[in-house]
DNA sequence: TATTGTTATACTCTATAACTATA
DNA sequence: TATAGTTATAGAGTATAACAATA
């Protein structure tokens, strides 16, 4: 196996694991990675409506209007009247809302502390770097991503 | 945002490119990232039960007849009678399955070479120790996979 | 006319439970 | 008894199409 491949490998692995220990982690507060998705647009946006949550998460509005819905189920967010445009509403976190998203955001930093913490700069660096450089490629060659990573 | 939030950013954000592109050219062959894991168990170990397959990707026996049910459909495997256990069936390349799954194969190399090809051997190895390094942390935390990776 | 969001419908992956056939 | 796989049913995310209300 070439190193080539040896490093694809490591990615794809730590992808998965990445997935699955968010998808438990999440499942605690009844979110899923669509929802959580969500809940990270509202924390760097606000109250916005569900068109600009369907671009930007890259799903059609139907299922936005399901996502949503669960969300409100959970009582993570309401459905606002918008105050110009009576089509839209503008999904609005509940205090819940707030207090699971300012948790979740908690939850990244303890969880990157978990993945890089005390690990040397310089290895850190490397890390970076070699990502910044594979991320370049993709996007050269055509790769572009169809919704914004949240972090 | 220190370095450690910079590189769980960039790890998170090629997961979703890698992923969004794997779905992507996959499913010209009528396949999913699941259906696709079942080729790579067929490639690395032969005709196997479905139970070993439900194992191997982490899913229920239930789970596993869909995901085997959509294979037949799509012409790439067949069900076989099991030589000595007749509650069992083996799952089992037809040629053109065979051929997709070596594709797959191909695609996956050309994958890693648009990744990687050109870059100093320096910084790729900088990349897979930085990304083995994460690896063993979140072991060592407990995150575990409940599923193999194919590559 | 164009846009926002919903209802209707459908497909994929996932699960548990009940069941058949076989070990 | 236990195991392999199926049928039945359900829930998640995804989609398109038709439609309502509004811009």
Redesign the pocket.
């Known amino acids: 196996m070439s190193q080539a491949d040896t490093a694809l490998d490591r990615i794809l692995e730590l992808s998965v694991l990445i997935n699955d220990d968010m998808t438990r982690s999440l499942a605690r507060d009844q979110?899923?990675?669509?929802?959580a998705h969500i809940m990270w647009v509202l924390v760097a946006q606000g109250p916005v409506?569900?068109?600009?949550?369907?671009d930007a998460?890259?799903?059609?509005?139907?299922?936005?209007?399901?996502?949503?819905?669960?969300l409100v189920e959970a009582g993570h967010v309401t459905?606002e009247p918008?105050p110009?445009?009576?089509?839209?509403?503008?999904?609005t976190f509940t205090k819940r809302g707030a207090r699971v998203a300012a948790a979740l955001q908690r939850d990244q930093v303890e969880f990157a502390r978990i993945l890089f913490d005390g690990m040397p700069a310089k290895r850190l660096n490397g890390l970076i770097e070699g990502l910044d450089d594979v991320l370049a490629r993709l996007r050269a060659a055509g790769v572009s991503r169809s919704r914004e990573s949240h972090a």
Chains 1, 2 share one sequence.
Do not use: C, E, W
């Open positions: 979110l899923t990675t669509s929802r409506t569900q068109r600009v949550l369907a998460l890259g799903v059609s509005a139907r299922t936005m209007t399901g996502l949503i819905d669960k459905r918008h110009t445009d009576r089509r839209a509403t503008l999904v």
